[in-house]
């Protein structure tokens, strides 16, 4: 089974390095003040062999390009009510987007199509009153309503028991997976051990 992992708001350096060793493809730095993992200074160590993802919630463009520039990020995730139009604008830009949506209902999925080819991932997340990190899960199977031609990342929720759930979970623009407060010893602060147990039986 071939999946992208993604880790997503981490903030100390050694913990961001011990992750990256396990061989995950992207690390989540948060720039949302309200959040509990937001990144407030640089680490002492950036991943380098994992791509660097900065998590946004309606931030305005030049933010975005001043994180961009300063923490050499790859990609950029937007977690809030960001409109198409604002997606083209930093497409045009030359940023490579991940768009998530927060998923409850069929219905929640019917403006994902107005985001097509202005995005590389799309990522589907429980809704909830904050912007992610809620630690719930969401019925996945309301994805199957989703026929777009954009990959995307599956987030909310997803816990150490989930292995069997994801590798029984089928769908063509499945590309990869996104933990988080799941795999916490606190806020911002990832259990190794947790994650590369989960990956071990996840891709075995």
């Not at 949302?32 to 160590?45: D, T």
Request: hydrophobic share 35%.
């Amino acid at each position: 089974m071939s999946l992208l992992i993604k880790v997503c708001g981490m903030t100390e350096a050694e913990n961001i390095r011990h992750i990256e060793q396990l061989g995950v493809d992207m690390i989540g730095l948060v720039f949302y003040s309200q959040s509990p993992r937001c990144l407030y200074q640089i680490p002492e160590y950036l991943p380098t062999h994992a791509k660097r993802v900065g998590v946004f919630v309606n931030e305005s463009k030049e933010n975005i390009l001043m994180y961009t520039d300063r923490f050499e990020l790859d990609y950029i995730q937007l977690h809030g009510n960001e409109s198409p139009e604002y997606c083209r604008s930093l497409h045009r830009a030359g940023l490579h987007l991940i768009k998530a949506f927060a998923i409850s209902h069929p219905r929640d999925l019917t403006a994902v199509s107005t985001y097509d080819s202005l995005c590389d991932y799309y990522l589907f997340d429980t809704k909830s009153p904050q912007y992610g990190g809620s630690g719930n899960q969401f019925d996945w199977n309301l994805l199957h309503r989703y026929n777009g031609s954009t990959p995307f990342l599956l987030s909310g929720g997803i816990n150490p028991y989930s292995a069997k759930a994801i590798r029984e979970f089928h769908h063509p623009r499945l590309s990869g997976i996104d933990l988080n407060s799941r795999f916490e010893t606190a806020p911002g602060i990832k259990d190794a051990e947790r994650i590369a147990c989960f990956l071990k039986k996840l891709l075995s």
